[in-house]
């Protein structure tokens, strides 16, 4: 009797163990239905959208329809982008379509190649790439606000051209044209900044801007235009005179910091690791810059004088351990800092952003500046290195009134060789770096081959 009792109460402990896994199973299956939650745990995020995508796409507020057309075979590489998009806002619905199957489809929104998506929105409709996110997200910038943007480059003075060498912005413009601006390049020396500018960019000048230009310059500020000023270390004394004018200092100096070394630079390069919060181009709601930024060779631009009708402030510095060599010659011969030289250590000031312009009450937009002191940053050496890419495509969307799409991008790799590795090391972390790899583990390694030769001698 005691056997068959023990044997029942088996069977009834076994089937309760397997009712309430069922139950479990169940509630977890339930719970995954009525929830939709995605963790990305791929290193670079790459099944996630990037904060300025999600943020772009909740201003889509009517029905947003997605029409792409794939070469056969390729159908699952476009569809999971899509769903992504479609995920993050109901009102975007989505079609996968062969282009050699419908081919009367294609033609008829516009669409003539593979690997293109045609987007509806409103009344309006673009054509873009399918893939990648910020290209189809383009696209949907496109159709949302009703027109692209227009970016100049000012020329003449030895400035950064979008495209060329690695000195170049052919890396930023193509990743400005992602985000749907149109970029060009004006002289300012024959007229003023061209109609329809939406950003005026100043690119490293080597040579100073004359009087009449920069008069050309605040003119456009003053009615309400966008400048983004990107100067590496060199003498532009009229360019000081005139953010001088509005309460910005231009320091003729170079900073430049030995012990956040990044590898494979000369010890010139400053890293910026000290962001004000709140503001939108370093601090944005869609993803504030937490990785550091890089800038090459820099100078000092911080905040001075307050001019009435101007509000700037200082958003960015860089770490503790830099020093600002008040003689850009000696930093460039690799001369060491030195206080008794006149040199000053500590964090510096190297952005500042500000609006020009009092605010009349009656939807008259100000002027907005940004400036860095430093234009290597934003070349194609150096735009995907930490969050350089993200701090020049903050710059350009806050002075273009685009402020609420500004945040983290989706992380691209390069598709040309840098000339540095993207590691930030300390003096410290270097040296553990070394004693870890070149003492430390071949001493374990011999310590251990010696312990074994030593228990097969004993052993006999």
């Known amino acids: 009797m005691s056997t068959l009792s023990r044997s029942a109460r088996g069977w009834t402990e076994l089937g309760a163990h397997v009712v309430l896994l069922l139950i479990g199973l169940g509630g977890m299956q339930v719970a995954a239905e009525r929830t939709n939650r995605r963790i990305d745990l791929t290193p670079g995020r790459a099944l996630s959208l ?25 159908r699952e590489r476009h569809a999971d982008l899509v769903r992504l998009f479609a995920d993050a806002n109901p009102r975007i619905a989505f079609e996968l379509l062969d282009l050699d199957r419908f081919p009367e489809r294609a033609r008829s929104l516009g669409v003539t190649s593979y690997g293109r998506a045609a987007i509806e929105y409103g009344g309006r409709r673009a054509v873009v790439l399918a893939a990648p996110e910020e290209e189809l997200a383009g696209g949907i910038r496109r159709v949302v ?15 950064r051209e979008p495209g060329g060498a690695a000195d170049g912005y052919g890396r930023l413009a193509a990743a400005l044209g992602a985000e749907d601006y149109v970029a060009g390049a004006a002289s300012l020396v024959d007229g003023p900044v061209p109609d329809g500018t939406d950003v005026l ?21 003053a009615a309400g235009g966008g400048v983004v000023m990107l100067l590496d270390p060199a003498p532009l004394p009229n360019v000081a ?12 100096d170079m900073i430049v910091d030995r012990e956040r070394r990044v590898l494979g630079t000369d010890g010139l390069a400053a890293v910026v690791e000290l962001f004000k919060r709140g503001n939108p181009v370093t601090d944005p709601d869609a993803g504030a810059i937490d990785t550091g930024v890089v800038l090459p060779s820099a100078r000092t631009v911080d905040v001075g004088t307050e001019v009435p009708g101007v509000a700037a402030e200082t958003i960015a510095r860089t770490a503790p351990s830099a020093w600002t060599e008040h003689d ?24 500042v952003m500000a609006q020009v312009g009092a605010d009349d009450g009656v939807g008259h937009r ?51 060789d840098r000339p540095l590795s993207p590691l930030v ?17 071949p001493g374990l390694v011999l310590l251990a081959g010696v312990v074994l030769v030593g228990l097969r001698r004993r052993r006999g």
């Not at 005179?241 to 003729?252: C, R, T, V």
């Not at 000696?330 to 964090?347: L, M």
């Not at 090391?425 to 583990?441: M, P, S």
């Open 50 to 74: 990037a904060p300025a995508t999600r943020k772009l796409l909740a201003e889509v507020t009517a029905p947003l329809r997605i029409t792409v057309f794939f070469r056969r075979g390729t």
């Open 145 to 159: 606000h009703g027109r692209r943007r227009h970016l100049v480059f000012t020329t003449g003075h030895g400035e």
């Open 201 to 221: 960019l100043v690119a490293g000048p080597r040579h100073d801007f004359l009087l009449s230009e920069l008069d050309a310059v605040a003119a456009y500020l």
């Open 241 to 252: 005179q005139l953010l001088a004018s509005m309460g910005i200092q231009l320091g003729d």
């Open 328 to 351: 850009p010659a000696r930093a460039r011969r690799g001369e060491e800092p030195s206080a008794a030289a006149g040199d000053t250590p500590g964090s510096a000031p190297v952005l």
């Open 366 to 416: 100000r002027g907005r500046l940004v400036v860095a002191g430093d234009a290597d940053f934003a070349s194609d050496a150096y735009l995907d290195l930490l969050g350089n890419r993200d701090l020049a495509l903050n710059a350009i969307a806050w002075v273009a009134g685009e402020e609420a799409l500004a945040g983290e991008r989706p992380k691209r790799v390069p598709e040309v």
């Open 425 to 441: 090391l300390t003096a410290r972390d270097a040296r553990a770096i070394f004693v870890a790899g070149v003492v430390v583990e």
